[in-house]
């Protein structure tokens, strides 16, 4: 085990490393339309050939240490096997939008990048004679086979992707609603104390039996009984919101038959179009639950509910492009749009009651 079979080693494991860092970055490109399109199926074949491939190098180590020609030969073998799931897997980009294609190259990376540690970890042990090294191939073997099996659950088609980043943004929405539903009223005692301008929230509570201050969950969440009304208010349009988001996406799922393997950019522009809209629509929604604490900020909220009122009517638009109909969706947004305009209308009273309540109180100090 000289020098120069290791410097060869490195060598030669630096020459694939640059080879598959080259085509990285030629498939970073868009996948042209004229290519042929590759089913998601063979990518996952061959990357079962890439992690029996994996088995072979962490086997090598089992025993007394391999020959260098014994590591040249699986390494090629190894990259290979490692190119020809890249190129595999830029085929299955053909027609995919940009959430597809996203997903499609994270799994991608994280095999390459499994694949690069273990290879590195391979040559690294030659010629060494630290025992506890061999140990750690397993781990390295683990990784390929993990991040191989892992592309099983990357979507298939555009409309599946699009369907599950909706999902995402539906379960963003539920935690808004039940951090909303946690909000509570303030007790009697301090809300006469507050009107009394006698002392603070915080100042007014008790410390517990040990002395301690209340926790930081306890401060600045209980709100005045108009404050609550806002959050009641909220809490029905955000329900609502959730409702919508979940009609569109059974729509999205519905419309799997109308995707093709050939040039369907004007499909895939609708969906990622409709994904944009569902996740500003649910930004409007986080926002909405942070100007809720005290004290809160009313004309940031009515702004978050018009932009919500607009991104509504545009996903009703841009679902009519599909030539298809959804009676429960369209009852989900008119249902959201009533709430809207009633949420809108009750903020725009409340704001007129407490300005001319400022301008009685005004005239009476004169």
């Known amino acids: 085990m000289g020098k120069a079979e290791k410097t060869e080693l490195n060598r030669s ?18 996948a042209s339309s004229s290519l042929e399109k590759v089913t998601w199926t063979q990518v996952i074949l061959i990357a079962e050939q890439l992690s029996k491939q994996a088995t072979i190098a962490g086997m090598l180590w089992n025993g007394e240490a391999p020959e260098a020609k014994q590591l040249e030969e699986n390494m090629t073998s190894y990259f290979n096997v490692l190119q020809g799931f890249l190129l595999l897997s830029h085929g299955s980009n053909v027609g995919a939008g940009p959430t597809l294609s996203s997903s499609i190259h994270e799994s991608v990376k ?23 090294k061999k140990l750690l191939m397993p781990r390295f073997v683990g990784a390929v086979w993990e991040a191989c099996d892992a592309l099983k659950k990357v979507p298939a088609t555009n409309v599946i992707a699009i369907g599950r980043a ?10 808004v ?15 006469d104390e507050a009107s009394d301008g006698s002392s603070s929230k915080v100042e007014s509570r008790p410390q517990d039996d040990d002395g ?8 600045g969440s209980d709100l005045s009984p ?25 729509t999205i799922t519905g419309l799997l038959k109308q ?71 369209g009852e989900a947004c008119n249902g959201l749009r009533t709430l809207l305009k009633q949420m809108l209308s009750e903020l725009d009273c409340s704001s007129t009651t407490d300005l001319a309540n400022k301008l009685q109180n005004v005239a009476v100090i004169n």
């Open 13 to 30: 494991l630096t020459a694939h490393l640059n080879t598959i860092q080259e085509t990285l970055q030629v498939l970073d490109q868009t």
């Open 226 to 250: 108009e404050e609550m009304k806002v959050a009641q208010l909220a809490q029905g349009v955000v329900s609502e919101t959730l409702v919508t988001i979940k009609e569109l996406i059974r």
């Open 212 to 219: 301690d201050d209340l926790s930081e969950d306890d401060i």
């Open 177 to 191: 609603l039940r951090e909303m539903k946690e909000l509570k009223p303030a007790s009697p005692d301090l809300r």
């Open 259 to 329: 995707e093709t393997p050939d040039d369907n950019s004007k499909f895939v522009d609708s969906l990622e179009k409709l994904l944009k809209l569902c996740q500003g629509v649910g930004a409007q929604v986080d926002e909405i639950g942070a100007c809720l604490y005290p004290p809160q900020e009313i004309a940031a909220i009515k702004v978050a509910l018009e932009k919500m009122s607009s991104g509504i009517n545009e996903v009703e638009q841009e679902v009519e492009s599909f030539q298809t109909s959804s009676e429960c969706l």
């Open 110 to 132: 994280q095999v390459v990048d499994c694949s690069f540690r273990l290879m590195k970890e391979s040559v690294s042990l030659y010629g060494s004679h630290n025992r506890d």
């Open 166 to 175: 909706m999902t995402q943004v539906a379960v963003s929405v539920k935690d």
